[in-house]
Antibody, heavy 115, light 110 residues
Framework: QVQLQESGPGLVKPSETLSLTCTVS????????WSWIRQPPGKGLEWIGY???????NYNPSLKSRVTISVDTSKNQFSLQLNSVTPEDSAVYYC?????????WGQGTMVTVSS | QSVLTQPPSASGTPGQRVAISCSGS????????VYWYQQLPGTAPKLLIY???QRPSGVPDRFSGSKSGTSASLAISGLRSEDEADYYC???????????FGGGTKLTVL
């Protein structure tokens, strides 16, 4: 079955760039939409954006100026970059597959923004 | 403040039926399908209901979803202790061009 695994630094300094990668295993990244969703500690879910395997993207307007999502089909991976981070960007970041809802989720990775 | 409104908490005793509401607007629930997610403590959310009332394979039929106008509801019948979790509704908002979530409802099984 398809599994997702996030990877990247758990600590990022303020004003720097948060970079995470999601590796898709057990299936192809092709023919689906793939999203990033985050959850600050003790709070709810926030959709960051999605990418189609072909490379087309759509971002949450509240983050659009700072977000880039990219895909590498040869590696079966997609990635998130969030620029100019602040402590308010500290959260668990999840990668998900969007197929009739967010049907598959990674385990999530906690990213803390702190100096 | 979440775009979709859910009660922050709900509770019930084993065997009872509980319902969790989700209120939105014409730009999201009124024109888009509603999805429900269950998040057990310390774990990633899990898709519970898709397209308003459809259950993914493996989700017990104790869980059911409905939608009417700009509101939706998740019902859990035959409540069990393992149902204690946070529940989130979600929908696509056509005006904002964004997936929106409810603030989540913490379900306690007494």
């Amino acid at each position: 079955q398809v599994q997702l695994q996030e990877s990247g630094p758990g600590l990022v300094k303020p004003s720097e760039t948060l970079s995470l990668t999601c590796t898709v295993s057990g299936g192809s990244i092709s023919s689906y939409y793939w999203s990033w969703i985050r959850q600050p500690p003790g709070k709810g879910l926030e959709w960051i954006g999605y990418i189609y395997y072909s490379g087309s993207t759509n971002y949450n307007p509240s983050l659009k100026s700072r977000v880039t999502i990219s895909v590498d089909t040869s590696k079966n991976q997609f990635s998130l970059q969030l620029n100019s981070v602040t402590p308010e960007d500290s959260a668990v970041y999840y990668c998900t597959r969007d197929d009739h809802g967010f049907d598959i989720w990674g385990q999530g990775t906690m990213v803390t923004v702190s100096s | 403040q979440s775009v979709l409104t859910q009660p922050p908490s709900a509770s019930g005793t084993p065997g009872q039926r509980v319902a969790i509401s989700c209120s939105g607007s014409s730009s999201n629930i009124g024109t888009s399908d509603v999805y429900w997610y269950q998040q057990l403590p310390g774990t990633a959310p899990k898709l519970l209901i898709y397209r308003n009332n459809q259950r993914p394979s493996g989700v017990p039929d104790r869980f059911s979803g409905s939608k009417s106008g700009t509101s939706a509801s998740l019902a859990i019948s035959g409540l069990r202790s393992e149902d204690e979790a946070d529940y989130y509704c979600a929908a696509w908002d056509g005006s904002l061009s964004v997936w929106v979530f409810g603030g989540g409802t913490k379900l306690t099984v007494l």
